[in-house]
């Protein structure tokens, strides 16, 4: 069993920028693809960004793709999302959820779909101040 506790969210106004982090309890974090995820209000669960377990390769939405960057680091059991240029559409609950994979994730091949991940932690919310 693996648990997943997102962290980083908060209030912030368009333009601005938050770094989401997501601590993974399991000593094989290596062995998982990870993935960011995110729910507005009233709306389905979309998929937001990526990253293969070595983080050789990422993958995103077009929605974020040029302001968000997911990373990793393997010793710390912690994947990031790094937000710039916030748009008030960025506004949702963000869930990070780990997939046991060592697969490329640079073609979005299964990695966009909720159903390829095998653990999701409970979410960090961001939303617009203004």
């Known amino acids: 069993q693996v648990q997943l506790v997102e962290s980083g969210g908060g209030l912030v106004q368009p333009g601005g920028s938050l770094r989401l982090s997501c601590a993974a309890s399991?000593?094989?974090?290596?062995?998982?693809?990870m993935g960011w995820f995110r729910q507005a209000p009233g709306k389905e669960r979309e998929f937001v960004a990526a990253?293969?377990?070595?983080?050789?390769?990422?993958y995103y939405a077009d929605t974020v793709k040029g302001r968000c960057t997911i990373t990793r680091d393997n010793a710390k059991n912690t994947v990031y999302l790094q937000m710039n240029s916030l748009k008030p559409e960025d506004t949702a609950d963000y869930y990070c959820?780990?997939?046991?994979?060592?697969?490329?994730?640079?073609?979005?091949?299964?990695?966009?779909?909720?159903?390829?991940?095998?653990?999701w932690g409970q979410g960090t919310q961001v939303t617009d101040s203004s």
């Open positions: 399991t000593r094989t974090f290596s062995s998982y693809a």
């Open positions: 990253i293969s377990w070595s983080g050789g390769s990422t």
């Open positions: 959820a780990a997939d046991y994979s060592r697969r490329s994730v640079a073609q979005g091949v299964r990695v966009i779909s909720e159903g390829e991940y095998d653990y």
